[in-house]
Structures are given as C-alpha cells and as structure tokens.
T-cell receptor, first 111, second 116 residues
Framework: GDSVTQMEGPVTLSEEAFLTINCTYT??????LFWYVQYPGEGLQLLLK?????DKGSNKGFEATYRKETTSFHLEKGSVQVSDSAVYFC??????????FGKGTRLHILP | EPEVTQTPSHQVTQMGQEVILRCVPI?????FYWYRQILGQKVEFLVS????????KSEIFDDQFSVERPDGSNFTLKIRSTKLEDSAMYFC??????????????FGEGSWLTVV
C-alpha cells in the first residue's frame, strides 16, 4: 500500500547550516506530497506541498521538489534558524479520503 | 486565516470514563478527520467523515470510538470507556475537498487526553 518513509531523527544543526530531511514514498500513480511542521506545544501546520511531478513547493525558506524518478520529496533549507526547531512530517494521500504521515523528524537548531 | 478549533486543550480522565472531544472545523469545509499522536510517536489516522457519515476508519477506531456532527458546526469524537493506552494528543482536521485532490487538510492545535 501507499506509504511514506522519512529519515530518522533527531537532527541537530547549528544556526545557518544547510538542512536536508529525506522523504521517499511508495504510491500508485503520482499523488500530491506534503510537508507538515509541528512546533513545540502546537498542532500540525502545512509547510509546503507539491501537487504533481517536478513541482517545487516552497515556504518560509524551505523547499521540496517532487521527483518521480527517485520517488522522493526531500525537504531543504539553505540556512536554518533556531526558530525552525520542530518536528517535520512528510505526508501523502492514501485512498480518497485521508493523508498519512511519516514518523516525523525532530530538528534541533543550536544558536 | 480561518482555523480549526478544538476543546478542551487538555483533559485528564479516569480509566473507564467517557470522554468527548470537540472540534469546530473551518466553516465551508466538507471533509472532517480525527488523528491521534501518542507521545513521541507518529501521527495516526483514526477516521474520516463526509456527508454525515464515516467514509473511512482505521483499525484503531474500534467500537469504543464514535464521531458525530450534531449541529452542522461541531464535530465530536467520543471515547466510550477510556483505557490507559488512549492517552494521546487528538487532532481534528478539515478540508474543502478530498485528500486525493491535493487540497490542504487543516489541523487544529490538538486535545491532549491523559487517562489515569
């Protein structure tokens, strides 16, 4: 069945470092792909999405490109900030009526 | 920006008690969801709801769970007889279209349930 796999955390980086969080998916066809973020003590927020192959989603300096050749949707940011410390979830639709999440990657940014 | 609101933000209940978690989805949305996240674990799908009926439910959503949209604005999750393992953050979510269309699903801030 459809599934999403993302890199294990936690990931610890210094401020201004380059970030990559890997996400690969297994799906029938070419579903939309999402990154959600959960800041400490808060709910899930959509960070970015891509609705078709080769699309690039971007928001708040984060980017992810939908690559069907490698079935990947890796999240990147060129220069992270302490405020980016959060848990990041890759997600995709499963069936018609829901999305499923990866296990989440906790990101710690050190000042 | 419109948002999904949930109450209570935190509830402590004794094992075996009934709990109702409440949600007000975004007003023009048609698809409603409950997810849960046990501390430190992944976000798990519980149930989706459309046109006043359950459209899909997971294995977690057994006979102890039920959902209802009693008045056209609220969307509730009831746990009939809580167990210790029901302790989790419960997220309500809503969307204007089916998930497969790529439309964004909006989540509330969650209701933290602690069963003691």
């Amino acid at each position: 069945g459809d599934s999403v796999t993302q890199m294990e955390g936690p990931v610890t980086l210094s401020e201004e470092a380059f970030l990559t969080i890997n996400c690969t998916y297994t799906a029938t066809g070419y579903p939309s792909l999402f990154w959600y973020v959960q800041y400490p003590g808060e709910g899930l927020q959509l960070l970015l999405k891509a609705t078709k192959a080769d699309d690039k989603g971007s928001n708040k300096g984060f980017e992810a490109t939908y690559r069907k050749e490698t079935t990947s949707f890796h999240l990147e940011k060129g220069s992270v900030q302490v405020s980016d410390s959060a848990v990041y979830f890759c997600a995709l639709p499963q069936g018609d009526d829901k999305i499923i999440f990866g296990k989440g990657t906790r990101l710690h940014i050190l000042p | 920006e419109p948002e999904v609101t949930q109450t209570p933000s935190h509830q402590v209940t004794q094992m075996g008690q009934e709990v109702i978690l409440r949600c007000v989805p975004i007003s023009n949305h048609l698809y409603f969801y409950w997810y849960r996240q046990i501390l430190g674990q992944k976000v798990e799908f519980l149930v989706s709801f459309y046109n006043n009926e359950i459209s899909e439910k997971s294995e977690i959503f057994d006979d102890q769970f039920s959902v209802e949209r009693p008045d056209g604005s609220n969307f509730t999750l009831k746990i009939r007889s809580t167990k210790l393992e029901d302790s989790a953050m419960y997220f309500c979510a809503s969307s204007g279209e089916q998930a497969i269309s790529g439309n964004t699903i909006y989540f509330g801030e969650g209701s933290w349930l602690t069963v003691v």
